[in-house]
């Protein structure tokens, strides 16, 4: 009865934690929702945990582009939208469950066609984040849960016109401790910007902008000494670009 019990918790916990992976799989450009019209649909709510792989980039098989292009302009704002199952946007359900605290991230990328970019040629420049709120023990992943999954941000004023990736991610740290322990989901969007702007920022690659060992991949967040979160990746780019 006793190996009958534990054999039952092991189960659900399997299923919990399965259930509790997501993907960013809508946007939202200026308050208006474009569903899923130009998301590099991801095959799985399964993560990523090599922070070494190409799938990095926009997710397993996120190299290829779609046919949909969202259209924006600068100084805009955008949300990006997770859920645990396909088109599920109930928000009685957690966008990301199961204890998965970590921090949500959006990167931009220039590229010359947002349908074929494959997102490894151009830099990628960080528009925004949020990562651990200590004096309120907030995790950007609780914000999603808040927000029915949404987290919104600004698309920078002075960049240029043209053709972008974006690149959503969100990090489960929970078993971060161990090494690639860490669990990465990231979606990618095709956006056409118009824009006055002329100034485009310096970026990072991907892969290549994380470390295996960075403090923000591998990290213990229910340590002891656990008190602050380093977020992984370069700065949000300066303000100068909004």
Excluded at 200 to 218: E, H, M, N, R, W
Aim: aromatic residues 8%.
């Amino acid at each position: 009865m006793k190996k009958a019990s534990c054999f039952s918790l092991a189960l659900l916990s399997s299923v919990a934690s399965v259930a509790a992976h997501a993907t960013f799989q809508k946007l939202w450009v200026n308050g208006v929702d474009d569903d899923q019209k130009c998301v590099r649909v991801v095959p799985s709510n399964s993560p990523v945990t090599d922070v070494t792989s190409t799938d990095m980039v926009c997710n397993v098989g996120g190299s290829k582009g779609v046919a949909g292009v969202c259209e924006a302009t600068a100084g805009q704002s955008m949300a990006v939208e997770m859920h645990q199952q396909p088109h599920d946007r109930s928000c009685s359900t957690e966008a990301i469950g199961g204890n998965h605290f970590g921090p949500v991230m959006v990167y931009m990328s220039k590229v010359d066609d947002t349908t074929k970019a494959d997102g490894t040629s151009a830099p990628w420049f960080k528009v925004s984040e949020f990562g651990y709120d200590a004096d309120n023990k907030t995790w950007g992943t609780d914000m999603l849960n808040q927000n029915c999954g949404k987290h919104t941000f600004i698309v920078p004023s002075k960049i240029p016109p043209g053709d972008y990736l974006v690149r959503a991610e969100a990090i489960a740290l929970h078993a971060a401790s161990q090494p690639n322990g860490a669990q990465l989901y990231m979606s990618c969007y095709q956006i056409r910007l118009n824009s006055s702007g002329d100034q485009l920022p310096a970026g990072v690659k991907f892969p290549g902008a994380y470390k295996p060992t960075d403090p923000g991949i591998q990290v213990d967040i229910y340590g002891s000494n656990f008190k602050s979160y380093t977020i992984p990746g370069p700065a949000i780019i300066d303000q100068s670009f909004f």
